[in-house]
């Protein structure tokens, strides 16, 4: 046995070395190679690694970036999966590269992000201490399954995590059902006021009561089906949060302030990412810290300071004058693009990059489900909106279906002449791409503007 963990690692060491050698970051392939030669290797590495394991369909990357902050300010030792590598083989390679080549960790904790379909098996092999559950929304990948399905994958992960503290999302009625099926500790995380004044209006996707199939009735709503559920029929209904975010206290262009209560205890928090859904972020980021039983002021002062970059929200400077990227994946990402448009106060140039490769989904269809009529009403602060991506032309006319005026639109075929026409301008650039156009588009304008490579 000691042999095969000793071969296996020695192989996706040595693979993760060639492929850096070549100026390649695949962190999948190295760990697909392992666990080929010794198949419970991830079990036998995570043993004596204290791990959070951060799953659900939207947030799970700003999220896991928050906790790590949290590490950070407490100094701990741990490692994460920086790179969006959050499949089994992904996620092998980041617990080999912190082993000795005998499979002893060289952290003490980790922060794993984690696919809601590879949760599962993920969690039985790491057997976590706490899981956060962001939320359960409908992705475009299974855009005809049933979010049910999602949720079940992520159940089973959570039923294979015996020891683990359990943070759920208590304002998504998918996520919060996950309690009463478990054993676990639970702690409920949430939001107990509407977010946006003037939010788009969006296709729930859950509208019936996971019980009872009754339609449920809302006291308030902060997005998408999230917020203060309840089933007229059977009862059930938002379980109080223990950690929630009582008031938005102010919202601008690049953070948010809003007061917590915590346990019982009123604080006030700066978040240093703007967006609705990066409160959500928070404060689930802020229960995993309780949960992880950390000084309450280190996931403070970690939300306050943390970064993100990836795609989340990050920011490059054009000479002047700065482009954030916003990668979406769904269209409930999409409506939450819009609502922070919609509540910037200066103009801004809007780009919009949709791709249909297999991470992207194929299906670019779901492009009708977002609210970007919503862009019709702020006309007089985005003078000009620009279009690339492989599906270019669908993307141009779902915005001419919107009441988009076609003078307004520009499109791309291609990344450079987009780059040069986005730093050719003067006004502040949000871009919104889909997975692969963020994972291409981000690579050129490091190229240009500076920034990490994905792996690093
Ligand atoms: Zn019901």
């Not at 503290?165 to 676990?184: H, K, R």
């Not at 346990?263 to 972020?281: C, H, K, R």
Request: proline share 4%; with cysteine.
């Amino acid at each position: 046995m000691k042999l095969k963990v000793f071969l296996a690692v020695f192989a996706c060491k040595l693979t993760i070395k060639l492929l850096r050698l070549l100026g390649r970051g695949g962190t999948a392939i190295p760990g697909k190679i392992a666990l080929r030669i010794c198949p419970d290797l991830l079990f036998q590495l995570a043993k004596d690694v204290k791990c959070v394991v951060v799953t659900g369909t939207n947030g799970k990357t700003t999220s896991s970036r928050i906790i790590e902050e949290i590490y950070v300010k407490a100094e701990a030792s741990y490692f994460a999966n920086r790179s969006g590598a959050n499949l089994i083989n992904g996620i092998t390679s980041i617990f080999i590269e912190n082993s000795t080549l005998t499979g002893k960790p060289k952290k003490e904790n980790a922060v794993i992000e984690c696919d809601e379909a590879a949760s599962k098996e993920v969690c039985r092999l790491i057997n976590p201490a706490v899981v956060l559950v962001t939320n359960v929304f409908r992705d475009q990948l299974d855009r005809y399954g049933e979010v049910s399905g999602t949720l079940e994958n992520i159940l089973i992960g959570i039923k294979n995590s015996p020891r683990a503290v359990v943070c759920l999302n208590s304002d998504c009625s998918l996520t919060a059902s996950i309690a009463e099926q478990i054993p676990n500790r639970v702690i409920f995380y949430g939001v107990d006021v509407p977010i946006y004044k003037n939010p788009v209006s969006e296709v729930s996707d859950a509208p019936h009561c996971i019980k009872c199939k009754h339609e449920y009735e809302y006291s308030y709503r902060t997005f998408g089906h999230l917020g203060g559920f309840c089933c007229p029929d059977c009862g059930y209904k938002r379980p109080e949060p223990q950690v929630s975010v009582t008031d938005i206290l102010s919202t601008e262009l690049s953070f948010t302030k809003v007061r917590v209560q915590v346990f019982g205890e009123d604080d006030v928090i700066t978040i240093n990412l703007p967006g609705g859904y990066n409160i959500y972020n928070a404060v689930g980021a802020l229960a995993v810290s309780e949960a992880v039983g950390f000084r309450r002021m280190l996931a403070k002062d970690a939300i306050a300071s943390f970064t993100c970059g990836f795609g989340r929200m990050e920011e490059f400077d054009l000479g002047g004058h700065s482009a954030r990227i916003i990668l979406v994946k769904n269209p409930a990402g999409a409506n939450q693009v819009l609502n922070y448009l919609a509540g910037l106060s200066a103009e801004t140039v809007f780009v919009c990059c949709l791709n249909d490769n297999s991470a992207d989904g194929k299906d670019v269809s779901w492009v009708w489900d977002a609210n970007f009529e919503k862009l019709a009403d702020m006309s007089e602060l985005i003078p000009e909106i620009y279009v690339s991506g492989i599906r270019s032309g669908d993307m141009a006319v779902r915005l001419k279906y919107a009441g988009i005026d076609e003078d307004k639109l520009r499109i791309f075929d291609d990344y450079d002449e987009l780059i040069d026409a986005m730093k050719n301008q003067s006004l502040p650039v949000i871009i919104m791409p889909t997975y692969t156009a963020m994972m291409d588009l981000r690579a050129k304008m490091s190229t240009a503007f500076g920034g990490k490579e994905f792996w690093e």
